[in-house]
């Protein structure tokens, strides 16, 4: 390239410029030329790219994509959804369609995405193989193409290595050829705050790597700023719209804050390491950012004229369809009447957006969000809620969110039967659950799994504290030291070894009271109370060992089946005089205590309903860190109760003290 630059050498008086004064002339005239250079080698990646893209979506439109797949009515209906956010309704051809929609402001290009029409493999999903939506016989020309795309894209980043648009279409079409090696060593090896982490991280997810991908990640979010980082980790789309107002309404550190419990809350595993739904989160923005890189891509528009906001929208959503499937340029013209009706311009080619399962809705309710402390395993709904169906047509799917975490089934545990026992330096998580022979209608294989006791007080804080390797279906008891002290989420994990995948979990909130040390000399305290299934013949449990054999899975009992309860009470010294009353009462309030059979020596109180008492000098127990450790265990009979909801407390006093008093709710069913 010549470039003409006029230079002025002399005055109006005839003299020279200074040797200076010429050089930087002639350094700035090099700048210009390389600046111009710069700007004519972007232009040519950016025609490069474009053409390609062009011909892509040419031989797309040539493959007939929607021929022999599903019902070309119901297909219809699902690109003719309405513009209001909400659901929509809608008979085509015989089909009946009741659809979730998604539309962004300030357009109303309302897109539904479906979870019934989808047939496509997972191993075939245009997110991860883009060219199995082309015919095979269009495949190695495009192929082709690809490869000499990228050639150029190569030789404009030699003449401008700095250009994070060259750098980002040559990772994103690497990927798409199959080439994550040189994608991720392309990526790596580039020197571009937060953008190189970012790119990264998208090669790991696209290759479903998950946990790594989180990791890179969180080193590309680190690097942005405060404002870019809120946009990047927002949660706006994922949630239900009061909640989004309520979210929108805080400034960025507020909506970072709850982003940030959000996506620990929406962690599927806290065992594993990483957050593989963070990650999904942060791979599909990445994908945006490629992917809007020019105004269309293989099948979308990207101006915001045409819709992109809501396309937007379903991809932060529900990540990239399985198939974007075209109706043909009938229903092309028939979409741009649709759409001229509605003041929207044209934005072919229109398709459907189709999702196949299995997807997990990994979404807290945003009341958990909110406060962390009331979390109940009742917080997450990992498939459809009552009445819902994942394929029918009257009342379908339809998630806030959801991802793709590999086949096999993914399920909610009961919460089972946990609480804390303290030790010197050390609090103590045990808990108990029971692994059904189904979840709804979808049986468990017998087989081995992997189950482990998780705790977790925070994001990124806490992970597994017990593991142990056992059949399933069946009971599971686990004991574990928690590492902090106050509120947290705790749970048991499943991972099946089997083929078809099981993960399991339970996760809800509790508050740690923190082990012995911090127990005032002379105080007394009390371990949470425990139910277990007395044996029929020997002792009572008289050891944490001896508990965990016999722990109940459940809190709810039998009709007319014995009562077990095992507490510790910590402080009591040798020759303490101690009272201990048990009683069982209605959560309406009556007292019903029957029979504590203990082979003590009991004694009745008068009142209200039956309870009863005793007193004893504790003879045997263990200490740690100076503090007295006495356990006890008693059965309850039952069987003149009627089925309902129960506490049992139990209270220890030492003469002239204050009492100590635990309690556990159960059911009798």
Sequence with gaps: MVVAAGVNYGSATGDLRSPDVLVVSLTATRELVTQQDSVGARRAAERAVSDFLDRWRAAWLRSDSASGIGSLGAREAYMHCDVHEGRFEAASKGMHVNATVVTAAPHGFARCPSWRLASVPHDREEADRIDDALSPAERPAIRGLRAATLDSLARAQQQIPSDPWILS???????????????????????????????????LAQRREWRAADSTFTVATNQLPLSL???WLDIAPLLTPSARAEYLAMDCVQRLAHSERYWWLADPLYSEGGNPRRAAHLHRQVLLLLRSGLPADEHFRWRREEGSE????????????????WLGKGEDRS?????????????????TLEYSGPRVRLAPTWESVKTPSAVMNASWQFGPRSGEQMTGARNPWSPEEHMYLGGGTSALLDEGQSGFVRRGADTHLIAAVEVPRKFGETPIPDGPATIRLVASAGPDRGGAVA???????????????????????????????HDDGLRARSRFAVVSPGPLAGLSAGDVAMSDLFLFAPPTAGALPASLDELLSVLSPSVTVARGSPIGIFWETYGLARGDSVDIAVELSRMAGNSLLQRVGSGLRLTARAGPGVSLGWSEIPTQGSGTAGVGIWSRSVVLDSRELDPGAYWVTVETRRPGRNPVRHRRLLTIG
């Excluded at 509605?342 to 080619?349: D, E, I, V």
């Design 169 to 203: 279409q040559r990772v994103r079409l690497l990927v798409d050829h199959g080439n994550y090696g040189p994608a991720d060593s392309l990526s790596r090896a580039c020197r571009i705050a937060w953008l190189c982490p970012a790119l990264a991280g998208y090669v």
């Design 229 to 231: 980082r809120c946009d």
């Design 310 to 325: 809501t396309m937007r929208e379903v991809v932060l959503r529900y990540g990239w369809p399985s198939a974007a499937i």
């Design 335 to 351: 979409h741009d009447a649709y759409l001229r009706v509605r003041n929207t311009p044209s934005a072919r080619p229109y398709t």
């Design 467 to 497: 593991e142990a390797e056992s059949d399933v279906p069946g009971r599971i008891a686990l004991e574990g030291v928690v590492p902090d002290t106050g509120a947290m989420l705790i749970g048991v994990e499943l991972v099946a070894a």
